[in-house]
């Protein structure tokens, strides 16, 4: 990222698994900054970028909007931010999202978080979320959830191949999955 030296760690898991609720207990325990790429992109929309509409119609049919310009937001926020250690959570979604950013950042993530969850539980905690979220029906959680198995789960797969993955049974309740979590992120720090 220039020259500026960063830690990152990617976290992922399908749409539900606990990503951003987890990343909040791990910045307020070992010092993270928490970058969710949907909480960028959401943030791109408001503020009435060139890019909103195309962004807002791909998160509504829960599509992976192309990596040049989440990656841009990512790095962006990496550089305007103090600190050095990154959650990455939600990226990158596809091969290509995940080849990009090495290419372009040359960063490559400490480990991978991955949150494992049934398909059922996800459904069910976003269909109870209520934060006014577009793509929290169950036309678009289908559409996430196929998007997750075929192009997402690839990239887990990728990193498992590399030994960089870390995963965390996220189907049991909060405090218990950040017990799991906590373990991890101690033998790091
Ligand atoms: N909850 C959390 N943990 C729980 C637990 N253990 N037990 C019971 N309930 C639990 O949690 C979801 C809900 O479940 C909350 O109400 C929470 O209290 C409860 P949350 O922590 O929000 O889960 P998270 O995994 O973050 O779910 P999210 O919906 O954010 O995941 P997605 O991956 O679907 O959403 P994201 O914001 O990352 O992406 C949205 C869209 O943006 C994508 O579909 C895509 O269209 C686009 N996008 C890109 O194109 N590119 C990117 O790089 C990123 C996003
Ligand atoms: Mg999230």
Same mark, same amino acid.
């Given at each position: 990222l220039g020259d500026k030296q960063v830690t990152v760690v990617f976290v992922l898991g399908g749409p539900g698994s606990g990503k951003g609720t987890q990343c909040a207990?791990? =910045?307020e325990h070992f010092g993270f900054t928490h970058l969710s790429a949907g909480d960028l992109l959401r943030a791109e929309i408001k503020s009435g970028s060139e890019n909103g509409t195309m962004i807002q119609n791909m998160i509504k049919e829960g599509k992976i909007v192309p990596s040049e310009v989440?990656? *841009?937001l990512l790095? +962006?926020?990496?550089?305007?931010?103090e600190n050095n250690k990154f959650l990455i959570d939600g990226f990158p979604r596809n091969e290509e999202n995940r080849a990009a950013f090495e290419e372009v950042t040359k960063i490559v993530p400490e480990f991978v978080l991955f949150f494992d969850c049934s398909e059922e539980e996800m459904?069910? +905690?976003l269909l109870s979320r209520n934060q006014g979220r577009e793509d929290d029906n169950i036309d678009t959680i289908r559409k996430r959830f196929k =998007?997750? =198995?075929e192009s997402?789960?690839?990239v887990v797969e990728y990193?498992?191949?590399?030994?960089? =993955? *870390?995963k965390i049974d996220a189907g049991k309740p909060i405090n218990e999955v950040?017990?799991?979590v906590k373990g991890i992120f101690s033998l790091f720090a």
């Open positions: 207990n791990i =910045v989440t990656i *841009k790095q +962006r926020a990496m550089l305007e931010s459904e069910k +905690r =998007v997750f =198995v997402s789960l690839p990193y498992n191949s590399k030994s960089k =993955v *870390k950040f017990e799991d």
